[in-house]
């Protein structure tokens, strides 16, 4: 089955301890996303990857890095995670590495979501 | 920066009424795609308009692209239970040779008792 699957689906961890979020895709997308999300603000997005060994800072990168070393795996680092990056988290894919525009098929899939609280 | 803003935020609503979402981008989109997400789940792509004035059509559902390809809306026809959720626009644009998703904040639809 095609997906984006993402571990673990929650997580509470403490103020500076260092954590990782995986993010896999089976549908070999040469793009993939991290985004958080929080109430009244929707998705803002944090890092994203062109394509392997291409990763580029989104609106929200502070206190996060990514690395894509192959195509398939995105993962999430928070190297000190801080109370102010508790937030549920989202991974999305979506096939080609740019869209011209009025591209179509350009739809994001994402992931069921990695719900984090740094306390 | 670059702006989606999405109307409004929450929209009360009795089973079989009808609710409406609009998108108003500060620039002209490439395309614009809508998105749901259900209670606890994650967003699913639903559709993308590309065309200046586009009208599409599922079911109770009808999505427009305006004709300055600025503002989008998603209208819903008697709502059911299962429309539940929040409903999330997403405009594409070309920036640095890339293309970008902007993303609205999302508005929740909720179904009163």
């Known amino acids: 089955e095609a997906q984006v699957t993402q571990n673990p689906r929650y997580l509470i961890t403490v103020t500076g301890k260092k954590l990782t979020v995986t993010c896999s895709q089976n549908?070999?997308?040469?793009?993939m996303s991290w985004y958080r999300q929080d109430p009244g603000l929707g998705l803002r997005q944090i890092y994203y990857s062109m394509n392997v060994e291409a990763t580029d800072k989104g609106d929200v990168p502070e206190g996060y890095k990514v690395s894509r070393k192959e195509k398939r795996n995105f993962p999430l680092i928070l190297e000190s995670p801080s109370p102010n990056q508790t937030s549920l988290y989202f991974c999305?894919?979506?096939?080609?590495?740019?869209?011209?525009?009025?591209?179509?098929?350009?739809?994001?899939?994402f992931g069921s979501g990695t719900q984090l609280s740094v306390l | 920066g670059q702006q989606v803003m999405q109307i409004p935020q929450y929209q009360h609503v009795q089973e079989g009424e009808d609710f409406t979402t609009y998108c108003n981008s500060s620039t002209t989109l490439s395309n614009i795609q809508w998105y749901k997400q259900r209670p606890g789940g994650h967003p699913v792509f639903l559709i993308q308009?590309?065309?200046s004035g586009e009208v599409k059509k599922q079911k109770r559902l009808t999505f427009q692209f305006g004709e300055a390809k600025k503002n989008s809306s998603l209208h819903i026809t008697a709502t059911q239970t299962t429309d539940v959720g929040t409903y999330f626009c997403?405009?594409?644009?070309?920036?640095?040779?890339?293309?970008?998703?902007?993303w609205g904040a999302g508005t929740k639809l909720i179904i009163k008792p």
């Open positions: 308009l590309v065309k």
């Open positions: 997403a405009g594409g644009k070309n920036m640095d040779s890339n293309y970008q998703l902007i």
């Open positions: 999305a894919s979506r096939p080609s590495d740019w869209g011209a525009l009025g591209a179509t098929n350009e739809k994001l899939f």
């Open positions: 549908m070999n997308h040469e793009y």
